[in-house]
């Protein structure tokens, strides 16, 4: 009886989905910090990093809805420019952002 020729390759492990989402927070303003929080972060202020016209950050997310702040010279403030908002359980609104 011959031996079968065929190899048994393991399947390569699936990439992950996440992507890059930016955030962004422009104002003619002055304003000395800006950091962002949200729930994809436990909701922990992280600095962002301040170009000529704005501040900016990166996140790598999986694809969902996350909700989320701008802590702007310590004062919580929702995105202006975020296409969807929603009220927290604080009254406050969060802003929403989606990933795909």
Excluded at 46 to 62: G, I
Excluded at 87 to 96: D, P
Aim: with cysteine; net charge positive.
């Amino acid at each position: 009886m011959k031996k079968s020729s065929k190899k048994t390759v393991p399947a390569k492990k699936s990439k992950s989905m996440k992507k890059f989402q930016s955030f962004k927070w422009a104002s003619n303003q002055d304003v000395n910090e800006v950091c962002l929080a949200g729930d994809f972060n436990g909701w922990t202020p992280v600095p962002m990093e301040k170009t000529n016209d704005a501040f900016q950050a990166l996140v790598e997310l999986e694809p969902g809805e996350y909700q989320y702040k701008f802590i702007i010279d310590g004062q919580w403030i929702h995105d202006p420019a975020a296409p969807k908002a929603t009220l927290n359980a604080f009254g406050t609104t969060n802003s929403v952002v989606f990933v795909d």
